[in-house]
């Protein structure tokens, strides 16, 4: 299959889990000053999440740059990595209306950690099929995604100690998805 109608696939669905997580939401009425807290806070989950996926999808596009076709494998691993993506918007959800919930952050650290296995998988499956990269740089993409994916792991057991340590490594995280995208994306404008 060629890589254009996988990456069009994902970024529907992409864009529908961005739709659905700002519909979640909601505006009390009447609008107070009293409920304008827990409406920022859901914002700023929200917006958190955002990024996340935001990082994922430019990621994700930098990672096809070399690469033609895609294999079954890389195909079902993409849809793995559609799936988890897709359930994003319901611990953004818990965690925006129950912030100080420790279930809430346990189930944000849980979807986050296997959407992160899954990327960084389907990350390591196409680094096969390219030879755009050398293998040290190769060997530095998987390791910083591996580590990114055991640090969101981190966060679960963190949830039980202190929200605010997990909510610190959710923070933590987007930047240091950046530095692959880096990696690629300096090797795909050489291109």
Do not use: C
């Not at 099929?129 to 580590?147: C, G, V």
């Not at 610190?168 to 995208?181: E, G, N, Q, S, V």
């Amino acid at each position: 299959m060629k890589k254009e109608r996988l990456q069009m696939l994902s970024d529907g669905v992409l864009a529908i889990i961005i739709t659905l997580m700002v519909l979640e939401i909601k505006v009390p009425y009447p609008f107070t000053s009293a409920s304008f807290v827990p409406v920022l806070q859901h914002i700023a989950i929200y917006a958190l999440s955002f990024v996340v996926i935001a990082i994922y999808w430019l990621n994700y596009h930098h990672i096809f740059v070399p690469v033609e076709h895609v294999s079954i494998r890389i195909t079902w691993i993409n849809f793995m990595l559609l799936f988890m993506m897709s359930l994003i918007p319901l611990p953004t959800k818990a965690l925006g209306e129950n912030f100080f919930s420790k279930d809430a952050h346990l189930f944000y650290g849980i979807v986050l950690t296997l959407t992160a296995v899954f990327y960084s998988t389907l990350q390591s499956e196409v680094n096969k099929y390219t030879e755009l990269l050398s293998d040290d740089e190769r060997h530095k993409i998987n390791k910083l995604n591996w580590t990114s994916t055991f640090v969101y792991g981190l966060s679960i057991p963190f949830s039980f100690v202190s929200i605010y340590l997990s909510t610190f490594l959710f923070i933590l995280l987007p930047a240091i998805f950046f530095i692959p995208t880096r990696i690629l994306r300096n090797k795909s404008e050489k291109q």
